[in-house]
């Protein structure tokens, strides 16, 4: 009835005369309806570089290069920090296109073989394997070959870019040079005042005190796309199951044959010695038939999971799952939610995956293929040695910055770690001028008279010669700034509870012939140090020489960014 009153519409002469009229008027009033749209890329698109609008794809691309790809991907970093160095990226790409230094397939093989070989999956003989190449990006990184060579593209290139920064800009000033020589080689006596901080208290923290860690603590908050699944977990291992299950002795053997010299096989003075099959027999047996309990299971839940009578299928959504947990007689979980990206974990908001499905090497990857909304493809499967994970999505929630009302409780354990540390350091630097005083008039650090655990005896030695001590690490890098009679300031070690103060009661100069030997070297590493420094204020020089315009998308303040990403 519908499509015969929708073909009489369409037969109506005046319908089509009227709908003509309307297009006539149209197009002979547009000037009526005409809407300035220059700005539109501006508002839609990510802005211009040098003047020139800027691909809203070469834009993404670049963030991406930034951030990383597959599982190890960056969330932690802020947005307008991303969007900063993308535009600094995009802006050396020019220069490098203009110098012809852009990457060429030369570049991107020998950066593959290169990376094969830092994760050893090189064939025979140092061989490139595609095969374990594709292996790798898929099961480790999460990326597919191309995607990962786009990526390495854009890595040479801006790697490139930064070798047009003039090699001169390396030099030295000798009394620089000098003074770090001296750093490395001069004789140090020096005595050190420990302090720890079971005696530091602080006032339990206010709103307002919560707020200021809030505020300059919001990045290490910043939480990616985050998921939560409802699960049951079924053992493939259960005694009733197995008992079910027979599998053959050739099946046996051949598992025997197969993992034999590298499970049951130990060295010995007599040579290699391997136990006998029948020694190992029940063990592989068992292992065969959880490997079989795992299909049977992962085969009879899919099966139940889509039927194939359509009117099952469209029940609603939890009918079939709760049926499928009852009738397994296992109560169904929901997780914590976490991020099937990897990368870290923002304590008190997620939790890592391996915590709600341990041994589940592709948990997250079967998590991301489900669609909630797709009959066909709403529930999956994970499975580890000896278990079965059955899961749909539970909730989903979109990558932000916590809130300060969500966050307050879960950070309040940090913030008052934080404020422990500090009342901790600066209860140390108060001692400091004590300290400072007493070597001043002549006297000797007492312990009791700067309020510290013990103070040491005398060492004396070079930064040079790395004399082992406890904390030797944390006062060497403090040492090496200090003059004859100075103290330093807190110096943290790697125990948070322990703070340390180092006097220095004498520094001679060192030995000349062993100045000489090590100054090439800290010359080309204060080269290599400054070179590094020049590159990334020529990059911001570079950009702004160029001069760039941004939209919301790809701001470089945190005001917009933080308006786009929520």
């Not at 009526?32 to 839609?44: G, T, W």
């Not at 594709?134 to 999460?142: K, M, P, Q």
């Not at 020694?279 to 299971?297: C, P, Q």
């Amino acid at each position: 009835m519908v499509i015969q009153k929708f073909n009489r519409l369409i037969r109506n002469k005046w319908v089509w005369g009227i709908f003509a009229i309307l297009i006539s008027v149209f197009f002979a009033f547009d000037f009526l309806f005409y809407e300035d749209r220059s700005n539109d890329k501006a508002m839609n698109g990510v802005g211009t570089l040098a003047g020139e609008d800027v691909d809203a794809m070469a834009f993404q691309n670049e963030v991406q290069n930034i951030r990383g790809i597959g599982r190890q991907r960056d969330w932690e970093t802020p947005v307008h920090e991303v969007n900063k160095t993308a535009w600094e990226n995009l802006a050396a790409a020019k220069v490098a296109k203009d110098y012809n230094l852009a990457s060429n397939d030369s570049d991107l093989q020998n950066e593959i073989y290169m990376s094969c070989m830092r994760w050893r999956i090189l064939g025979q003989q140092g061989q490139f394997d595609y095969g374990r190449y594709e292996s790798f990006l898929r099961d480790a990184l999460g990326v597919k070959p191309l995607e990962f060579e786009n990526y390495l593209r854009r890595v040479i290139t801006a790697s490139k870019a930064m070798n047009v920064v003039p090699m001169s800009a390396r030099w030295v000033a000798p009394l620089e040079l000098e003074s770090a020589v001296n750093d490395q080689t001069d004789k140090f006596s020096i005595r050190i005042a420990a302090y720890t901080d079971k005696d530091v208290k602080v006032k339990p923290l206010d709103e307002a005190a919560l707020k200021n860690y809030y505020n300059e603590n919001t990045n290490s908050l910043a939480l990616p796309d985050l998921v939560s699944v409802r699960y049951i977990k079924i053992k493939a291992d259960d005694a009733a199951r197995l008992a079910k299950i027979s599998v053959s002795s050739n099946e046996v053997f051949d598992l025997y044959d197969s993992v034999s010299a590298e499970r049951y096989t130990t060295d010995t003075t007599n040579g290699p010695v391997t136990k006998a099959v029948g020694e190992v027999y029940a063990e592989l047996e068992k292992e065969l038939k959880i490997i079989n309990s795992i299909e049977i299971i992962k085969t009879n839940i899919l099966f139940r999971a889509y039927p194939v009578d359509s009117d099952n299928v469209v029940k609603a959504k939890d009918d079939i799952f709760k049926k499928i947990a009852k009738e397994e007689k296992l109560e169904i979980k929901t997780s914590p939610l976490f991020s099937v990206a990897g990368g870290k974990v923002v304590k008190g908001f997620m939790v890592s995956p391996s915590s709600i499905a341990p041994g589940c090497k592709d948990f997250t990857e079967k998590v991301a293929e489900i669609d909630p909304e797709n009959v066909d493809t709403r529930y999956n499967i994970a499975t580890s040695e000896k278990e079965v994970y059955f899961f749909e999505i539970a909730k989903t929630v979109k990558a932000h910055i916590p809130t300060f009302a969500e966050a307050k409780e879960i950070i309040r354990p940090d913030a008052v770690k934080a404020a422990k540390q500090k009342a901790f350091k600066d209860f140390v630097n108060s001692k400091r001028a004590i300290a400072a005083k007493l070597v001043a008039t002549g006297k000797a650090l007492d312990a009791k008279a700067i309020g510290a655990d013990n103070v040491s005896t005398s060492m004396t030695f070079t930064v040079q010669s790395r004399p082992s001590f406890p904390d030797s690490m944390d006062v060497l890098k403090a040492v090496a700034r200090l003059d004859k009679g100075q103290v330093s300031e807190f110096v943290s070690t790697a125990n948070r509870h322990r703070g340390l103060l180092v006097y220095v009661e004498n520094r001679e100069a060192g030995d000349d012939g062993k100045s000489a030997l090590i100054r090439s070297g800290i010359q080309s590493e204060l080269g290599s140090y400054y070179g590094r420094s020049l590159g990334g204020k020529w990059r911001e020089w570079n950009l702004n020489d160029m001069g760039f315009v941004t939209t919301a998308s790809s701001s470089v303040t945190p005001e917009e960014s933080a308006e786009v990403s929520e």
